[in-house]
């Protein structure tokens, strides 16, 4: 059974970092893409980066460009996801999702079909 589990959110002051973590289950990361996604309190789901299943390239939306790094640990079944100079508006709850079917990747939600419960980021003073 594909699964992911996301951990590592938690309360932080503003220009702090925070390291997210996403345990993959009943698949190899090299097999199927792998994505990070936000939602903040009323609004919608965005993407923020991803990394393709065999050749392991990230992408990253505009606005995760510099402060967010993505990398993936295949042999421990982990990718995770660097957040710096962490902002108010990185508030969010972050999810990792699977993309089973694609060999690259992308931040469109429609390509992703299995998905964690999500880890709270709070960005506060």
């Known amino acids: 059974q594909v699964q992911v589990v996301e951990s590592g959110g938690g309360l932080v002051q503003p220009g702090g970092s925070l390291r997210l973590s996403c345990v993959a289950s009943?698949?190899?990361?090299?097999?199927?893409?792998i994505g990070w996604f936000r939602q903040a309190p009323g609004k919608e789901r965005e993407g923020v980066s991803c990394?393709?299943?065999?050749?392991?390239?990230?992408y990253y939306a505009d606005f995760a460009k510099g402060r967010f790094t993505m990398s993936r640990d295949i042999a421990k079944s982990t990718v995770t996801l660097q957040i710096d100079s962490l902002k108010p508006e990185d508030t969010a709850v972050y999810y990792c999702?699977?993309?089973?079917?694609?060999?690259?990747?992308?931040?469109?939600?429609?390509?992703?079909?299995?998905w964690g419960q999500g880890t709270q980021v709070t960005v506060s003073s």
């Open positions: 999702a699977v993309d089973p079917w694609s060999d690259y990747c992308s931040v469109a939600r429609t390509w992703y079909e299995h």
């Open positions: 009943g698949f190899a990361l090299d097999a199927y893409s």
């Open positions: 990394i393709s299943s065999k050749e392991g390239r990230t």
